[in-house]
């Protein structure tokens, strides 16, 4: 199992910037690529950067490339995404998830920090 907690999210105006952190606790982390996604109020959840388990590669969502940067300390355990130019459409609930080697799908999710952007 592994333990996923968010934080860092926040009301913020229109331009600013975020810097969320996800804490991972139980088995090691420096296994599992990690991943963090949306959600939108009324809307689905949607990937929004993935980052590998050394953090060599990284990938993004298009409304994210050029304003989001992922990035991990495996000594820390905690991977964190930083945001900038923020915008009204990036609203909602951030959630960060844990890929472990193998698995076609992300098998751990924490419970969401919410960001807010006011225009």
């Known amino acids: 199992q592994v333990q996923l907690v968010e934080s860092g999210g926040g009301l913020v105006q229109a331009g600013h910037s975020l810097r969320l952190s996800c804490a991972a606790s139980?088995?090691?982390?420096?296994?599992?690529?990690m991943g963090w996604f949306r959600q939108a109020p009324g809307q689905e959840r949607e990937f929004v950067a993935r980052?590998?388990?050394?953090?060599?590669?990284?990938y993004y969502a298009d409304s994210a490339k050029g304003r989001f940067t992922i990035s991990r300390d495996n000594a820390k355990s905690t991977v964190y995404l930083q945001m900038n130019a923020l915008n009204s459409e990036d609203t909602g609930v951030y959630y960060c998830?844990?890929?472990?080697?193998?698995?076609?799908?992300?098998?751990?999710w924490g419970q969401g920090t919410q960001v807010t952007v006011s225009s």
């Open positions: 998830a844990a890929q472990g080697g193998g698995s076609a799908t992300y098998d751990f």
């Open positions: 139980g088995r090691t982390f420096s296994s599992y690529a």
């Open positions: 980052i590998s388990t050394s953090g060599g590669r990284t």
